[in-house]
C-alpha cells in the first residue's frame, strides 16, 4: 500500500466516524449543557482517553482477534503488516467473516434507518418508505439474511457465518441503542449525578461506535489505520460536540449522507467477502462524494429557508 492510499484511506476514516458519530455528538451536546463545570471538564477529558485509546483502539484488534484466534493479540495489531505466511493464511481464510459480518450489520442499518427510524427526508421515497411501509423492516432483513446465507452456504460456509454473525450483532446493539434514547431523558434530568450521566454517555458512545469501527473495515483490514483514523475522528467529533453541535445540526440531511455511505460500505464489504477485488480508493471516494452530494443539499435548503447567503 502506497503513501496515498494510506492518506485517502484515513481521510475516508476520519470522515466516515464524523458522519456516523453525528446523533451521538448531538446526544452529548445536550446533556453536557446539565452537567457541572467539573463535571463536563471529565467528561471531555476522559472521554477523549476512554473514546479513542480504549473503544476504537481495542474494539478493531478484538474483532480481527476473535476472527483468527490462532494469530493472537500482537498477530492481530501486525497481521496486515506482517511477513509471516502463517498470520497472512490465518487472516486470508478469516476475511470472508469479518467481511460478510459487517457487510450485512451496515446494510441492516442503513434498512432500520430507511423504514424505521424518524429522520429529515431528502427525497420522497424516504418519506413513502418510512410513513407506508416500516413494518416491512423485518421481513426485509429477514428475507436479505435468508437469501445470503442461501446463495453463499455453496460458495463458502463462512461467508453465510459471518452473515448470521452481523445480522446477531446488529440486533444486540440495536437493543441498546433503543434503550439508550429512553435514558436520555433521564440524563438529561437533574436527579442523576455527574459520574451517573458520564458512564451512560460513555456506555452509549461505545455503542454507536459499532458502527463506525464495522464500516471502517471496508477501507482497510489495518488495525493500526484504523485506530488512526477513527481516533483523530473521534477528536474532532469530540470539538463538534463543545464548539459546533448547532452548526451541524442546521445541517439537516448529513446523517441522509451517513446513511447512504454506510449503505454503500456494506455492499462493498459483500462484494469483497466473495472475493470480488475492490480498490483500495473506493471506499474512500465514495464516502466523500456521497457526503458531499448531502452537504451540498443541506446547504441548499439553508439558503432556500434564508439561514445562509449564497
Avoid: C
Amino acid at each position: 500500500m502506497d503513501f496515498a492510499n494510506i492518506i485517502l484511506i484515513v481521510l475516508g476514516l476520519i470522515v466516515f466516524e464524523i458522519i456516523s458519530s453525528i446523533d451521538n455528538a448531538v446526544v452529548n451536546a445536550d446533556v453536557l449543557t446539565t452537567m457541572s463545570e467539573k463535571g463536563r471538564k471529565w467528561f471531555l477529558f476522559y472521554g477523549i482517553i476512554f473514546a479513542v485509546f480504549i473503544v476504537r483502539g481495542i474494539l478493531p484488534l478484538l474483532i480481527v482477534y476473535f476472527t483468527n484466534p490462532g494469530i493472537g493479540i500482537f498477530g492481530a495489531v501486525t497481521a496486515t503488516f506482517s511477513g509471516d505466511e502463517s498470520i497472512l493464511a490465518s487472516v486470508e481464510r478469516s476475511k470472508p467473516i469479518l467481511l460478510a459480518g459487517g457487510g450485512v450489520y451496515l446494510l441492516f442499518l442503513f434498512f432500520y434507518w430507511l423504514f424505521v427510524e424518524k429522520k429529515e427526508y431528502a427525497f420522497f421515497l424516504e418519506r413513502h418508505i418510512h410513513e407506508r411501509y416500516s413494518f416491512w423492516f423485518y421481513a426485509t432483513a429477514s428475507v436479505m439474511l435468508l437469501s445470503i446465507v442461501w446463495m453463499t452456504i455453496p460458495i463458502n460456509p463462512f461467508i453465510a457465518l459471518g452473515a448470521v454473525v452481523g445480522s446477531t450483532a446488529f440486533f444486540i446493539t440495536n437493543g441498546f441503542k433503543m434503550n439508550a434514547e429512553e435514558k436520555e431523558r433521564e440524563l438529561k434530568g437533574g436527579h442523576l449525578t455527574d459520574i451517573s450521566k458520564i458512564l451512560y454517555l460513555e456506555m452509549i458512545d461505545t455503542t454507536f461506535s459499532i458502527d463506525g469501527v464495522l464500516g471502517a473495515f471496508a477501507f482497510t483490514l489495518s488495525v493500526p489505520l484504523i485506530f488512526f483514523g477513527n481516533g483523530l475522528g473521534a477528536f474532532v467529533v469530540r470539538y463538534i460536540t463543545i464548539h459546533g453541535v448547532r452548526t451541524v445540526k442546521k445541517y439537516r440531511y448529513l446523517k441522509n449522507g451517513a446513511m447512504y455511505s454506510i449503505a454503500s460500505l456494506g455492499l462493498i464489504m459483500l462484494l469483497e467477502s466473495l472475493h470480488v477485488e475492490v480498490r483500495s480508493w473506493i471506499p474512500p471516494i465514495i464516502t466523500f462524494i456521497v457526503v458531499g452530494i448531502f452537504f451540498w443539499l443541506s446547504k441548499k435548503e439553508l439558503q432556500i429557508e434564508g439561514v445562509i447567503k449564497e
